[in-house]
């Protein structure tokens, strides 16, 4: 069983910047892609970012275009979110997933809280 475990989350101030870190274990060779999702206090959990495994082909929410940059190491097992230019919209929990061929996102973290204030 593959297991997330998020950190990186805390208070900013807008304009500023944070990066959420995904320490993955377990069977990480079957996660074909990697995806980073936000909910907000009454609000649908969203995909922000979400990276193919095989060739590093990147999808972003267009809310967080230009902004926001997700990565891998492969080596460390780690998925990462560079989040710059924060906004107070973009206060959030924040979970990382990941998800294996032709599945939904199965595995997810327990979810790290990042509050942006004005």
């Known amino acids: 069983q593959v297991q997330l475990v998020e950190s990186g989350g805390g208070l900013v101030q807008a304009g500023g910047s944070l990066r959420l870190s995904c320490a993955a274990s377990g069977p990480t060779f079957s996660i074909y892609y990697w995806g980073w999702f936000r909910q907000a206090p009454g609000r649908e959990r969203e995909s922000v970012a979400a990276i193919r495994r095989s060739d590093s082909t990147i999808e972003y929410a267009n809310s967080v275009k230009g902004r926001f940059t997700i990565s891998i190491d492969n080596a460390k097992n780690t998925v990462y979110l560079q989040m710059n230019s924060l906004k107070p919209e973009d206060t959030a929990t924040y979970y990382c997933?990941?998800?294996?061929?032709?599945?939904?996102?199965?595995?997810w973290g327990q979810g790290t809280q990042v509050t942006v204030s004005s």
């Open positions: 997933a990941g998800r294996q061929f032709n599945k939904g996102y199965d595995f």
